[in-house]
């Protein structure tokens, strides 16, 4: 996965949700990183609008706060041709 079109929003917002943690700290969590992030753009990401910088480094964090894999966000070969 090396691009933004090959992350889909829904399944971040679902790994989100299957942590069972707030949105609010999964956004603090990222901010703890030293990130700048806000809840604002969680909601984004959750639309496929992508931060213009340090987009891969906010999915690694949101993937390590809910204990998945950053490729757990993407789009499979099933999702892109049906």
């Given at each position: ?18 942590s069972g943690f707030t949105k609010e700290q999964v ?56």
């Amino acid at each position: 996965m090396k691009t933004t079109q090959d992350i889909n929003g829904q399944k971040i917002k679902r790994a989100v949700r299957a942590s069972g943690f707030t949105k609010e700290q999964v956004v603090a969590s990222v901010q703890d990183c030293g990130l700048r992030f806000s809840l604002a753009g969680l909601d984004k990401m959750y639309r496929d609008e992508f931060p213009l910088n340090d987009t891969f480094e906010i999915l690694g964090a949101i993937a390590l706060k809910c204990g998945c894999l950053v490729s757990d966000f993407g789009e499979s070969l099933e999702t892109k041709t049906a």
